[in-house]
């Protein structure tokens, strides 16, 4: 069997109040507090000093903690030029919980003061830009919409950049956040296989790999 | 007008979600933008927001906009001026 091109060396998961990194359990928060406190709760514990996460909208700062985790903090992604790591991103839902808050700026004729700090956030590509603003990253970007997670299309059209672009490495998953604040976050560092790398890893860069780590079957496997 | 200066002081904390800082860090004279807050220009519109909503004041000029928002005294005195 040849071996696969690609692979997936690290992954994080953010759902159900809890952080997978790796496999490996990072943070199980006590199911008290609403998920804003749980984001701001994870950033105080972990964060780096990054003052523009207080400003960011929810949708943001999920995809930034789970960006955080993922490269550990850039330290994953700094063998690489700020032009050859890609992000490729998905969700169901768009920006609509920021989208639903700013509506209720505009929503009253007679209170008609449409929020900025809102206003900026209501597209869910914004997330993606944060993401290249605090690591400096400007490589190829793209963020989809659809009804589910669909692996199989992000790890086609994330080996199309690999092929197509000078890509050396690739941020793809798919960050969710409804407007009841329902949230789940799995992000996947896909880098190439060069051969040169003792190190090898545990995950294909497959849609099933990616389903397992999503739906967490690495985790049933291994209680 | 050292009540209206605190209260500012709240009001941007909260508008801006500076939740990092306390009324405390924010100094009077200190520049809001640039080298002393570190605002950005979305911050600037949200601003002329809340002195529109909560004071009935509203800022056409955008070069006047950059000395009335310049520090947290400048606002208030702005706004004890023109209420």
């Known amino acids: 069997m040849e071996p696969s091109e690609f692979s997936i060396s690290h992954y994080c998961l953010i759902k159900n109040r809890r952080i997978i990194l790796n496999g490996e359990k990072l943070i199980e928060e006590e199911a008290h507090g609403d998920f804003p406190s749980f984001l701001s709760s994870v950033y105080k514990t972990f964060g780096s000093e990054y003052t523009k996460f207080y400003k960011m909208d929810l949708l943001s700062k999920l995809g930034i903690l789970t960006t955080d985790f993922l490269i550990d903090f850039g330290s994953r992604i700094k063998k690489y030029n700020e032009n050859d790591i890609a992000i490729i991103l998905a969700n169901s839902q768009s920006s609509l919980e920021t989208d639903a808050r700013f509506l209720e ?102 849609a099933t790999s990616m389903e397992d780590l999503y739906f967490e079957k690495n985790l049933e496997e291994s209680e | 007008m050292e009540n209206l200066i605190a209260k500012l002081k709240v009001q941007i904390i909260e508008e801006l979600s500076l939740e990092d800082l306390t009324p405390e860090d924010i100094q009077d004279d200190e520049p809001l933008f640039g080298e002393g807050l570190g605002l950005d220009s979305i911050d600037a519109l949200s601003l002329v927001v809340v002195l529109d909503r909560e004071y009935g004041i509203q800022i056409d000029d955008p070069e006047q906009g950059k000395d009335i928002l310049y520090s947290i005294k400048t606002i208030a005195q702005y706004i004890t001026d023109n209420k």
Do not use: H, M
């Not at chain 1, 929020?115 to 993606?128: C, E, G, K, M």
């Not at chain 1, 950049?161 to 407007?179: P, Y």
């Open chain 1, 105 to 206: 700026t505009i929503a009253d004729e007679n209170k008609y003061y449409p929020n900025p700090a809102l206003f900026v956030y209501t597209l869910p590509n914004v997330l993606i830009g944060e993401i290249c603003i605090k690591y400096k990253l400007k490589g190829e970007s793209v963020f989809f919409v659809s009804q589910t997670a669909d692996f199989d299309f992000l790890r086609i059209y994330s080996e199309n950049v690999f092929r197509n672009t000078k890509t050396k490495a690739i941020i793809t998953g798919w960050v969710d956040l409804d407007f009841k604040q329902n949230y789940e976050s799995i992000l996947f560092l896909v880098e190439k296989n060069d051969g040169s790398s003792t190190d090898s890893s545990p995950w294909s860069f497959t």
